[in-house]
T-cell receptor
Framework: DGGITQSPKYLFRKEGQNVTLSCEQNLNHDAMYWYRQDPGQGLRLIYY???????QKGDIAEGYSVSREKKESFPLTVTSAQKNPTAFYLC??????????????FGEGSRLTVL | SQKIEQNSEALNIQEGKTATLTCNYT??????LQWYRQDPGRGPVFLLL?????KEKRKERLKVTFDTTLKQSLFHITASQPADSATYLCALDTGGFKTIFGAGTRLFVKA
């Protein structure tokens, strides 16, 4: 079955550590996204990528970094510069690569907790 | 400022009734609007998309309306079932790969 796989499901980080969240898709989608979800707030866009070797900052990119070396993979690194990283992180993809997002396909999410 | 508002209070209804959820937005001119379902600890799942030139869209027991004058979308679930209990997210595509999400409304359907 096609879909998006995120790992790990749960992750604990000590202050000052960088952690990387994995996102893999086998939907052959060009566009991929990382969102952050906090209680009582809408999903907020961290980074997005329209095509391999290209990515753009979203609304809350500070303290995060990404790479897009393969079409299938879009890992997110939460760096020590992110002051409040405890959140639920969602990776998504879409067929559209023409400036419109269209239907988003989400992974099951990764919950990061800072100890 | 740009804003999307969904009722933050949970909606409790009896099984078999119609659930109606509201999404209001300001200072956007979205090309289209989407609704997603999210279960606790899971990723959102796409339900319906309605374009700015469409007034209404249906899919099985789901119906979405989109009023660009009122800047409002209504999401209806008819003949609701306990399995429909979840959080429902409204999302606007404003172009440039940016989809803006509301915080969601939690729906509880009691048997």
């Amino acid at each position: 079955d096609g879909g998006i796989t995120q790992s790990p499901k749960y992750l604990f980080r000590k202050e000052g550590q960088n952690v990387t969240l994995s996102c893999e898709q086998n939907l052959n989608h060009d566009a991929m996204y990382w969102y952050r979800q906090d209680p009582g707030q809408g999903l907020r866009l961290i980074y997005y990528s329209q095509i391999v070797n290209d990515f753009q900052k979203g609304d809350i990119a500070e303290g995060y970094s990404v790479s897009r070396e393969k079409k299938e993979s879009f890992p997110l690194t939460v760096t020590s510069a992110q002051k409040n990283p405890t959140a639920f992180y969602l990776c998504a993809s879409s067929r559209e690569a023409t400036g419109r997002t269209g239907e988003l396909f989400f992974g099951e999410g990764s919950r990061l907790t800072v100890l | 400022s740009q804003k999307i508002e969904q009722n933050s209070e949970a909606l409790n209804i009896q099984e078999g009734k119609t659930a109606t959820l509201t999404c209001n937005y300001t200072n956007y001119s979205p090309a289209y609007l989407q609704w997603y379902r999210q279960d606790p600890g899971r990723g959102p799942v796409f339900l319906l998309l309605i374009r700015e030139n469409e007034k209404e869209k249906r899919k099985e027991r789901l119906k979405v309306t989109f009023d660009t004058t009122l800047k409002q979308s209504l999401f209806h679930i008819t003949a609701s079932q306990p399995a429909d209990s979840a959080t429902y997210l409204c999302a606007l595509d404003t172009g440039g790969f940016k989809t803006i999400f509301g915080a969601g409304t939690r729906l509880f359907v009691k048997a």
